[in-house]
């Protein structure tokens, strides 16, 4: 692994006048990387990640809008609670930063995780959103149940993406398991986030070697796995809290890449809102951001706007 820039030295790095930050919310340290001017835009990422896997489309945003991208509670620069993972919870996390910072209500894009934590902060917290774009993911409910142990004949377990596959989520079993994947995964860090990244990307060069060193350098410590992990092991609870939501209120935009799940949105979400569209991201598996970050941020612009 080549020596890996602080956060801090990795955010002065963006155009943008962006900082590291942080801030003690809901009993919680996190860690926030902020820059822009104008109205608060918030960007929330996913496992195996941290904020920076929104550096490419950072400061395209901070032209028009004071971008906080955010480590969830149990990433990166943020504090690794024993609890609080569930996206209730995590979603008062951001309520609250919203609020110390001074905000009325911001905009909101999550990727992942971070897009299961943005959709409960519309449900639970409606009064600060403004608008939700979720990428890729949508927050747990009942269709969950319905993943199998066993690949289907239409889902691609190795190798290249194949004309309307679809994704065998293994690591949503593995991640479940407590205290074992601490004890397999440290000090192999890069290599199984590299098998998750290339298993997702449909361009594996769109996140590179300095970006997974990054990466790995997060979740380099037990505790670092064991707090991604509890994001997967709170899904039960999140699904009966899903059961509780009332329709969004907010206008939200999905963005699905074509290669990963953009059909599942499509079934799924026009249900969950009173506004909600799904656009399909073409040429992109998972990583929207890093896949095709000027569509990304066209689309987000144009929505936000």
Known sequence: MTEVLSDATLALSLEGG??????????VRL??????????????GGWPQTWWQFHKIMPALARHYRVI??????????AKPETGYDKKTMARDLYELVRS???EKVN???????????????????????????????????????????????QHVN???????????????LNQVRGLPEKLLAGREREWIDALFDYLLLDRESIGEGDRDIYARAYSSPDAIRAGNAWYQTFMQDIED?????????????????????????????SKGT???????????????????????RLLTEFFA
């Open 159 to 173: 190798g290249d993406f194949k004309a309307g596959s679809r994704t065998y989520l293994w690591w949503f079993a």
């Open 275 to 297: 506004d909600v569209r799904v656009v399909e991201v073409r040429n992109s598996g998972h990583y929207l951001p890093e896949e095709q970050p000027e569509t990304v941020v």
């Open 69 to 78: 991208a955010v480590d969830l509670r149990g990433m990166g620069g943020s």
């Open 242 to 270: 899903e059961k509780g939501h009332e329709l969004l209120s907010v206008p939200v935009l999905a963005l699905g890449g074509d290669h990963s799940n953009h059909a599942y949105l499509a079934a799924v979400l026009p």
């Open 101 to 103: 910072l001074g905000h």
């Open 18 to 27: 962006f900082s590291s930050r942080l801030a003690e919310v809901n009993g």
């Open 108 to 154: 909101i894009a999550g990727h992942d995780i971070g897009a299961m934590v943005a959709q409960s902060l519309a449900a639970n917290h409606p009064e600060v959103v403004k608008k939700l774009v979720l990428l890729d993911v949508h927050h747990p409910d009942e269709t969950m149940y319905g993943l199998t142990l066993l690949p289907q004949p239409d």
């Open 31 to 44: 860690h926030y990387v902020e820059g822009g001017q104008g109205d608060p835009l918030v960007l929330l």
